[in-house]
């Protein structure tokens, strides 16, 4: 079992719908979780960062995290094009490095 | 932008040759963490560097190897090139000793090994 997993999508969504992207993740004792944004050929962007069990919004985007479940999830509302890109669930590990999953890509079309 | 820099862009090398990539960490934090990202899967832990020191290595081969300079930027190190090596070099900034420590990504180094 992977460490952190996604399904790869593509997610394709229309422009102004929600999208809902998934993690999952195996190791009960992560407590720091986030996600970033990678556009085609750019590095990972940081969106956000969540700790406590619950959501936390942040203008069109919301994360939400259930450790009971070992659930992460990001909703966008409001989906624009400029959206479309792969989405990178991360947990950081007690050693300090992040675990990735593999991404899953989101198409917002127009 | 999250102040991290990377240099080079982009790399070229043959098989066998050694390469050196450098990172130039975000104001104020004092660990660096390369991961290198092959295509269509997510980043992977190289290393990390806190203080100077190597603080975490992730599942690469002694061929890989870096530094962390005083003023905390770094360079990470890969010696006899493989095919393989061809991926997305990234390093990312991070506060260790604040707790919760986000990490911030630079743009990344695209190296390619022909």
């Known amino acids: 079992q992977k460490e952190v997993e996604q399904n790869s999508g593509p997610l394709s969504v229309p422009e102004g719908a929600i999208a809902s992207l998934n993690c999952t993740y195996s190791d009960r004792g992560s407590q720091s979780f986030f996600w970033y944004r990678q556009y085609s050929g750019k590095s990972p962007e940081l969106i956000m960062s969540?700790?406590?069990?619950g959501d936390k919004e942040d203008g069109r985007f919301t994360a939400q995290l259930n450790k009971a479940s070992q659930y992460v999830s990001l909703l966008i509302r409001d989906s624009q094009p400029s959206d479309s890109a792969t989405y990178l669930c991360a947990l950081l590990s007690n050693t300090g490095k992040l675990i990735f999953g593999q991404g899953t890509t989101l198409q917002v079309k127009p | 932008e999250t102040g991290v820099t990377q240099s080079p862009t982009h790399l070229i090398k043959t098989r066998g040759q050694q390469v050196t990539l450098r990172c130039s960490s975000q104001?104020?934090?004092?660990?660096v963490s390369w991961y290198q990202q092959a295509l269509g899967q997510g980043p992977q832990f190289i290393f990390q560097?806190?203080?100077?020191?190597?603080?975490g290595r992730g599942n690469f081969p002694p061929r890989f190897s870096g530094l962390q300079f005083p003023n905390y930027s770094s360079e990470l190190n890969v010696n006899a090139l493989e095919l393989d090596d061809s991926a997305l070099y990234l390093c990312a900034s991070s506060r260790t000793g604040r707790g919760q420590e986000t990490q911030y990504f630079g743009p990344g180094t695209r190296l390619l090994v022909l």
């Open positions: 560097y806190y203080r100077e020191e190597e603080n």
């Open positions: 969540i700790y406590s069990n």
């Open positions: 104001s104020g934090h004092n660990t």
